[in-house]
């Protein structure tokens, strides 16, 4: 494991954010301040380095009701390339099986010396609640349908990685839009940056309203993919949705699932991204999914430069 002493120059002054609660409040110089950082971190991870010592000293704590994989341990691993320690909660563990109320929860964990809290859980508007009763800094990793404004800048990140630019793409979010934190996420982001945006979806999960944010919508993905520059597959997210939104999933994959033959429909060099996590023959089929026009990994390698870059910037001026 090498060590570097790779220096991202100063916290830069125009930074003034001590919390990241989501892309929505964000300016466009930020984000692209975020994802200039990030390439920085992703440039040196690729050289091999590992230990970047920049937060030595500082603490972060990962706050998660919900189940995750790729946030959580990218999470974990950002603060330790950056020297800091990392410390996992467990919701079912902890005494809020007892009655225990978030806020204090979150209190007493930062009552630990503990300088960021990275909060998913499935309430919109808890990452905000905790921003409003804690010092230190709260980073939204996720909360309920609203933002996961992380995975919409490693998303970005990405996009801009293999196609140079954001500003002027086409980029279709396809699948369960209603449920999709992600999807906000990426509305918010791309349109400040210049791309047009696409939903896409049943109409179930698609709602016309987008349109009032200058989202263009769709029900039917064979018509605009010859439009498209990125296709950002969106899982269904069935654990929030009361209803069944479509008669079965092989119908929903028959008229959304990315395939063999949907790809030849597209431009040549159309991207394919992918959240996570991904269920193959249903959102996307396993050719596509490791093809050569697949991003999928890179996306969750870019998620640890982009962890790695917010909690600099928002750690690196204490």
């Not at 010859?226 to 008669?247: G, K």
Request: charged share 20%; with cysteine.
């Amino acid at each position: 494991m090498s060590n570097t002493t790779v220096d991202p120059g100063p916290v830069p002054s125009g930074w003034q954010r001590w919390h990241l609660l989501g892309l929505e409040e964000l300016s466009a110089d930020e984000i692209a301040l975020i994802l200039d950082k990030a390439q920085l971190f992703r440039d040196a991870l690729d050289a091999g380095a590992r230990q970047f010592r920049l937060l030595s000293g500082r603490t972060c704590v990962n706050l998660f009701f919900e189940d995750s994989t790729r946030t959580r341990n990218s999470f974990s691993l950002a603060a330790r390339r950056l020297g800091a320690e990392a410390l996992d909660f467990s919701a079912s563990t902890s005494s809020l099986s007892k009655g225990e109320t978030v806020i204090d929860t979150a209190k007493n964990i930062e009552a630990m010396g503990v300088d960021a809290v990275v909060i998913r859980h499935r309430t919109p508007g808890t990452p905000l609640l905790l921003a409003n009763n804690l010092r230190c800094s709260v980073v939204n990793a996720g909360d309920g349908p609203h933002e996961h404004p992380t995975q919409g800048l490693l998303d970005m990140l990405t996009i801009r990685q293999r196609k140079g630019r954001i500003e002027g793409l086409t980029v279709a979010l396809v699948g369960d839009i209603a449920h999709s934190r992600t999807a906000r996420s990426n509305i918010w982001g791309l349109k400040k940056l210049g791309a047009k945006i696409i939903v896409c979806g049943p109409s179930t999960l698609v709602s016309p309203r987008w349109a009032e944010l200058g989202v263009e919508y769709s029900y039917n993905l064979n018509d605009i993919l010859p439009r498209v520059d990125v296709l950002n597959l969106l899982r269904i997210q069935f654990e929030r949705q009361s209803t069944q939104p479509f008669p079965s999933v092989r119908e929903y994959a028959h008229l959304y699932a990315m395939n063999r033959e949907r790809l030849a429909r597209a431009k040549a060099d159309v991207l394919i991204i992918a959240p996570g996590p991904i269920n193959r023959g249903v959102e996307v089929t396993a050719d596509v999914a490791d093809g050569p026009q697949s991003a999928i990994l890179d996306q969750v390698t870019n998620g640890v430069a982009v962890r790695m870059a917010v909690l600099w910037l928002l750690l690196g001026k204490r």
